[in-house]
């Protein structure tokens, strides 16, 4: 499935809205872009390595590689992050924080303000992207797992542009050295962006993607997990904008993001396991005997077997440490590759190893793969 899609009229609403997001932005927020100047630009090096960083941490987070089928997905939802959430949630946080001043009143505002608007608008928006591209790639979104990356990449795209953001308004604000300021609050962005918007989002594309794949469960159900995994995403954000309580500094400052890191933790952990469950269902089927044994195959299942078997091979073969770990790539695309439409046969890696087939004789079977 191709990701430019002309005969459907919600890929030209999502064309429309990447379009019109930036253009709304910049109604807002020229003249702050324009007077903030060269130091604004001090933060573009930290700012690409959060951009590195949490990158890394999806892939990690990723085992048996569903990124794969997602390139496209991903690379839209993170477009969609960065302009349409940038446009609107500006947009959406200055109407909603005057309704709350309205309704509650200033000192209320002042502490509380962007605990409640955040999470109603910003992640709202990002779930309406979610959902765009997740009905676009629909084919695609089997699992739990994709939904997470959907989500997650929608999320970085908004964090990376959001940090963006936040160093025009620190080099406005700090006229007598905005270039340390600038650097200092990156490097804060880039602590806190362990649980910040990546993370809330991925939570709300797993809510969005079992809500439109899992057809064969009732409304019930499907309208209960939404509403689960939209909830922690709520609570995160909630969490994560709330008023610091009074103690120690570190404390006051980081314990919202461990439990914010604890949350996503026990979410993350049942979407893993969702993904083992599907791994090994995949390697019982009598098609991943052309790749190799179920007893053989198993040890893709988990990290720590990963790394046993690899040290295993290279003992055995004299490989490097590059070559095992390319091999093992090997094998699992192999194996996720049969749960496509289409069975692929894909082979080993060339250039590394001895024999035409990367592996000598008995060497899979006598070490697990």
Not at 306 to 316: D, E, I, P, T
Request: aromatic share 10%; hydrophobic share 55%.
């Amino acid at each position: 499935m191709s990701w430019f899609q002309p005969r459907s009229l919600l890929f030209w609403v999502y064309c429309l809205a990447v379009v019109i997001g930036p253009l709304l932005f910049l109604v807002q927020a020229a003249g702050q872009v324009l007077f903030a100047g060269v130091p604004a630009l001090a933060a573009l090096p930290i700012t690409a390595l959060t951009l590195l960083v949490i990158g890394r941490i999806l892939f990690a987070l990723d085992p048996f590689r569903a990124r794969r089928r997602l390139l496209a997905p991903m690379a839209m939802g993170a477009i969609w992050g960065a302009t349409v959430w940038t446009g609107l949630a500006m947009w959406a946080n200055d109407h909603l924080s005057r309704t709350i001043t309205n309704l509650f009143g200033d000192r209320f505002a002042v502490s509380w303000s962007a605990a409640f608007t955040a999470p109603i608008d910003e992640e709202y928006i990002k779930a309406i992207g979610i959902a765009v591209v997740a009905i676009l790639f629909r084919p695609r979104l089997t699992r739990p797992m994709h939904g997470l990356l959907l989500g997650a990449a929608v999320g970085l795209g908004a964090q990376i542009a959001e940090d963006c953001l936040y160093s025009t308004q620190t080099a406005l604000s700090s006229p007598q050295d905005p270039v340390v300021d600038v650097l200092l609050v990156a490097v804060l962005r880039l602590v806190t962006a362990l649980t910040s918007h990546w993370a809330m989002s991925a939570l709300a594309g797993v809510s969005i993607v079992l809500a439109l794949i899992r057809t064969d469960r009732s409304w019930g159900w499907r309208l209960g997990v939404f509403a689960l995994f939209y909830a922690l995403a709520f609570a995160m954000h909630f969490l994560f904008d709330s008023p610091r309580p009074p103690g120690p500094a570190l404390l006051s400052t980081y314990l919202p993001i461990l439990i914010d890191l604890v949350v996503f933790a026990l979410a993350y952990a049942w979407v893993l396991r969702t993904e083992r469950h599907w791994f090994r269902e995949l390697i019982a089927r009598p098609a991943a005997r052309g790749v190799g044994s179920e007893a053989g195959l198993a040890p893709l299942l988990t990290y720590h077997r990963r790394r046993k078997a690899r040290q295993a091979l290279r003992h055995s073969t004299g490989w490097s440490r590059k070559q095992a770990k390319l091999y093992e790539r090997s094998l699992l695309d192999r194996v996720t590759d049969l749960d496509l439409a289409v069975s692929q046969q894909i082979s080993p890696p060339s250039g590394f190893g001895p024999g035409a087939g990367g592996l000598p004789p008995q060497v899979g079977a006598r070490y697990g793969w």
